[in-house]
């Protein structure tokens, strides 16, 4: 792994995704071994939005995010000042959140504590690029902010991780 003291904000989609699609603890229990070893590292973090966006299904995922001990970081000042100054710095950052299905409710937080503790934003979530649309996603709020996000496999590349594969008998 690479030694850095960059921290990095993981938002919801990176772990249900993994989870659900492609590193099943199954047949991939290294993926969460590393994400928990990070965590107590301190190189990762779980906004705590991300975190009962998750829990509030009794899942499998959500019994390991339980136990994991991943740093899970509280709504404090400074991150509701943040989240005050992501707002005020434009209009259309408020259309994060899909307030007519209680979608999204976790993103504006997953920004503001990014920018409380100069962290990239990990997520799986890819920048809209139509002119003509007022949605707007994690992306390119982050890039209006001047946050650094990346999606998980880059973050898999910058960690330089590496998965061992065995035949299991």
Known sequence: MN??????CIDANVLIQA??????P??????????ITLGRQG???IPEMVYEEIVRTEDDLSKWLKNSKIP?????GPVTICLQTIYSNNPVHRNLVDNTKA??????????????ENATVVTKEEKITALNTVKIKIPNVCENMGIRWINDFEFIQEMDLQFMFSLRK
């Open 19 to 24: 989870w659900q699609k492609y590193y099943n």
């Open 103 to 116: 979608r999204s409710l976790a993103d504006p937080w997953i920004i503001a504590h990014a920018l409380n």
């Open 3 to 8: 030694a850095t003291a960059h921290k990095y």
């Open 72 to 76: 899970i970081h509280k709504i404090s």
């Open 26 to 35: 199954k047949f991939c229990p290294d993926y969460w071994n590393v994400l």
């Open 43 to 45: 190189i990762i973090f």
